[in-house]
């Protein structure tokens, strides 16, 4: 499964800055005096980048399993501060070298093309002065995971973190869903100043690298810089707009039906949650043993290679699943280019949003395997657009045979039902975040103030009508600063409801013909990034299409599969 090397050794090992100088320095002045040398030395230096970005993976893997670890912070800064700004001048030097190639025009054009293009946005947007910023942007952005991993709170005894004390929210008694909802609250509300200055920090060095770059604003240099070739920033505004016409009024009709149904005379935000037939909360699963082992067998129904992709993740410990104190927050799977193996990292409380999770990152891991035989990392770096695509495209589909994690049919129907209204919920959550983001960078200068009044007209644009924040305005004001993606990975974050109107047309399809929708799902997997997003999707069987028309014939769809339920 591992990737033998050519060019670096095997048994390479990195202990200081000097050790990677000699291969760096080996591409840098390299001959090139053919197509096919040119050829060989790309894959030398793929393999390097490859050999350097799982290297990096493992320090931010074992990071995040465990922030309270002084010295795998340290190795992970020690690659942030000493290795990344010398292989990103390298890379620079690479990108010109091949761009430069009088033999770049006798490569196969439509092979190369994407990966072209990617080393040319590179190229464009290189500035030596931005090196020292993205550096300390990654160990600044690092901080949110260790703020948000110390998070906890005491309830009857226990203490316990935030993601499994969410497991209250979902309680028949709305007393303890309230004592737990101001508990988590009152927590965030703690760090809420420590993190609003984190965030200010971010802004103004993200600001720098932008200006640098020869750009007015923050935003219209991530467009390039994310590689957004096939749309536009005024894309994604029509996104958010065609997103509240049609998705909105569908998360209001949800919380009128939950209103009625408890009979309240006010839907609380700690409400929101729970059943509407005050039913006790789904529990799938015990343990991160029992997760893995009945998610390896509903992807073995999907399709049995999918199994056993997740076998040789368990047989190999390439997850850690459950939530415990002093991990980082949130979930991924992290694609490792030299063993081929993918690794997920969660944190699993034992709930149905953790199974939804699961199938998720389940998703990316089987993107992982199926192009891991690609000629190049550069058509292994996925462009969030298709990645997203092949995670939330398997969480529809595997629920088809959810019945492994429920046995009782009525559960099964509330757990499908679940998973659909939280698509619904999702998508305005997803344009507040990015129209949130848009007006952070646009106004980089604003103070925390006029940021919490960003934030509180956005989230009113976007959110339900229905549920009543009036008691707890200080809480709506901090909601923010529990999305990962605003401190680590600014404006990646569209990407999931582009990816998600996808995901609803292949599952559209697969209820249609099943195995010509898995086929065409895998053949659109096995490109990686070697050919455009919109070639891709339609490979997938689906479009690249974000209109309104669109959206609101994908939200009909699903609509009529809740009837269903």
Same mark, same amino acid.
């Given at each position: 499964?591992?990737?033998?090397?050519?060019?670096?050794?095997?048994?390479f090992?990195?202990k200081?800055?000097?050790?990677?100088?000699?291969?760096?320095?080996?591409?840098?002045?390299?001959?090139?005096?053919?197509a096919?040398?040119?050829?060989?030395?790309?894959?030398?230096k793929?393999?390097?980048?490859?050999?350097?970005?799982e290297d990096?993976?493992?320090?931010?893997?074992?990071?995040?399993?465990?922030?309270?670890?002084?010295?795998?912070a340290e190795?992970f800064?020690? =690659?942030?501060?000493?290795?990344?700004?010398t292989?990103?001048?390298?890379?620079?030097i690479?990108?010109?070298?091949?761009?430069?190639?009088p033999?770049l025009?006798?490569?196969?054009?439509?092979?190369y093309?994407?990966?072209?293009?990617?080393v040319?946005?590179?190229?464009?947007l290189?500035?030596?002065?931005?090196?020292?910023?993205?550096?300390?942007?990654?160990?600044?952005?690092r901080e949110?995971?260790v703020?948000?991993g110390?998070?906890?709170i005491?309830?009857?005894?226990?203490? /316990?973190?935030?993601q499994?004390?969410?497991?209250?929210?979902?309680?028949?008694?709305?007393?303890?869903?309230?004592?737990?909802?101001?508990?988590?609250?009152?927590?965030?509300?703690k760090?809420a100043?420590?993190?609003?200055n984190?965030?200010?920090?971010?802004?103004?060095?993200?600001?720098?690298?932008?200006?640098?770059?020869?750009?007015?604003?923050?935003?219209d240099?991530?467009?390039?810089?994310?590689?957004? =070739?096939?749309?536009?920033v005024?894309?994604?505004i029509?996104?958010?707009?065609?997103?509240?016409?049609?998705?909105?009024?569908?998360?209001?009709e949800?919380?009128?039906?939950?209103k009625?149904?408890?009979?309240?005379d006010?839907?609380m935000?700690?409400?929101?949650?729970?059943?509407?037939?005050?039913?006790p909360?789904?529990k799938p699963?015990?343990?991160g043993?029992?997760?893995?082992?009945?998610?390896?067998q509903? =992807?073995?129904?999907?399709?049995?290679?999918y199994?056993e992709y997740?076998?040789?993740?368990?047989?190999?410990?390439?997850?850690d699943?459950?939530?415990?104190?002093?991990?980082?927050?949130?979930g991924?799977?992290?694609p490792l280019y030299?063993?081929n193996?993918?690794f997920? =990292?969660m944190?699993?409380?034992?709930?149905?949003r953790?199974?939804?999770?699961?199938?998720?990152?389940?998703?990316?891991?089987?993107?992982?395997?199926l192009?891991s035989?690609?000629?190049?990392?550069d058509?292994?770096?996925?462009?969030?657009?298709?990645?997203?695509l092949?995670?939330?495209? /398997?969480?529809?589909?595997?629920?088809?045979?959810?019945?492994i994690?429920?046995?009782?049919e009525?559960?099964?129907?509330?757990?499908?039902?679940?998973?659909?209204?939280?698509?619904i919920n999702?998508?305005?959550?997803?344009a507040?975040?990015?129209?949130?983001?848009?007006?952070?960078?646009?106004?980089?200068?604003?103070t925390?103030?006029?940021?919490?009044?960003?934030?509180?007209?956005t989230?009113?644009?976007?959110?339900s009508?229905?549920?009543?924040?009036?008691?707890?305005?200080n809480?709506?004001?901090?909601?923010?600063?529990?999305?990962?993606?605003?401190f680590?990975v600014?404006?990646?974050y569209?990407?999931y409801?582009?990816?998600?109107?996808?995901a609803?047309?292949?599952w559209?399809?697969f209820?249609k013909?099943?195995q010509?929708?898995?086929?065409d799902?895998e053949?659109?997997?096995?490109?990686g990034?070697?050919?455009?997003?919109?070639?891709?999707?339609k490979?997938?069987?689906?479009?690249?299409?974000?209109?309104?028309?669109?959206?609101?014939?994908?939200?009909?769809?699903v609509?009529e599969?809740l009837?269903?339920?």
């Amino acid at each position: 499964m591992k990737i033998k090397r050519n060019f670096i050794p095997q048994d390479f090992k990195i202990k200081n800055k000097e050790d990677i100088l000699a291969f760096l320095n080996d591409l840098k002045d390299r001959k090139i005096d053919s197509a096919e040398s040119l050829m060989s030395w790309w894959a030398d230096k793929s393999e390097t980048e490859a050999f350097l970005e799982e290297d990096m993976a493992w320090r931010y893997i074992k990071m995040t399993c465990n922030t309270e670890d002084e010295k795998l912070a340290e190795d992970f800064n020690f =690659f942030v501060k000493e290795i990344e700004p010398t292989v990103s001048e390298y890379s620079d030097i690479f990108d010109k070298k091949l761009l430069e190639s009088p033999f770049l025009s006798d490569l196969d054009v439509e092979k190369y093309d994407t990966a072209i293009k990617k080393v040319e946005v590179a190229k464009e947007l290189f500035r030596k002065e931005n090196i020292p910023l993205f550096s300390e942007l990654q160990q600044k952005e690092r901080e949110f995971g260790v703020i948000s991993g110390a998070m906890t709170i005491t309830y009857k005894g226990e203490e /316990m973190t935030l993601q499994k004390a969410g497991n209250f929210l979902k309680s028949t008694d709305r007393e303890v869903r309230k004592t737990v909802f101001e508990l988590i609250y009152e927590r965030r509300a703690k760090d809420a100043e420590k993190l609003n200055n984190l965030l200010s920090d971010l802004i103004e060095k993200r600001q720098k690298v932008a200006e640098n770059a020869g750009f007015d604003n923050y935003r219209d240099y991530m467009h390039k810089a994310l590689k957004r =070739f096939d749309y536009s920033v005024d894309d994604v505004i029509s996104f958010h707009n065609s997103v509240k016409e049609t998705v909105l009024p569908l998360v209001n009709e949800i919380d009128i039906r939950k209103k009625e149904k408890f009979a309240y005379d006010r839907l609380m935000p700690y409400d929101t949650s729970a059943d509407p037939d005050l039913k006790p909360a789904l529990k799938p699963f015990n343990d991160g043993n029992e997760l893995i082992d009945k998610a390896i067998q509903v =992807f073995t129904k999907v399709r049995p290679q999918y199994g056993e992709y997740l076998k040789i993740m368990k047989e190999n410990s390439y997850l850690d699943l459950e939530s415990r104190k002093g991990k980082a927050p949130g979930g991924y799977n992290y694609p490792l280019y030299e063993s081929n193996i993918p690794f997920i =990292f969660m944190n699993a409380t034992g709930n149905q949003r953790d199974l939804e999770t699961m199938m998720h990152e389940g998703g990316h891991a089987i993107h992982s395997f199926l192009s891991s035989n690609l000629e190049l990392v550069d058509f292994k770096e996925l462009p969030s657009e298709v990645a997203e695509l092949a995670s939330m495209s /398997m969480e529809l589909i595997s629920s088809e045979y959810w019945d492994i994690f429920y046995d009782n049919e009525d559960d099964l129907k509330r757990a499908k039902r679940t998973h659909l209204e939280g698509i619904i919920n999702v998508l305005p959550w997803i344009a507040t975040i990015d129209k949130f983001q848009h007006l952070l960078y646009l106004t980089p200068q604003h103070t925390p103030e006029e940021r919490k009044e960003l934030w509180i007209q956005t989230a009113k644009e976007f959110g339900s009508s229905i549920v009543d924040w009036s008691d707890y305005e200080n809480y709506f004001s901090i909601m923010w600063q529990k999305q990962m993606h605003i401190f680590e990975v600014p404006f990646y974050y569209i990407e999931y409801g582009i990816a998600q109107l996808g995901a609803i047309a292949i599952w559209r399809n697969f209820k249609k013909n099943p195995q010509k929708a898995l086929d065409d799902y895998e053949n659109a997997l096995k490109l990686g990034y070697s050919k455009p997003i919109p070639e891709i999707y339609k490979t997938a069987g689906t479009e690249f299409n974000f209109s309104k028309e669109y959206i609101e014939e994908l939200m009909t769809f699903v609509k009529e599969e809740l009837k269903k339920l």
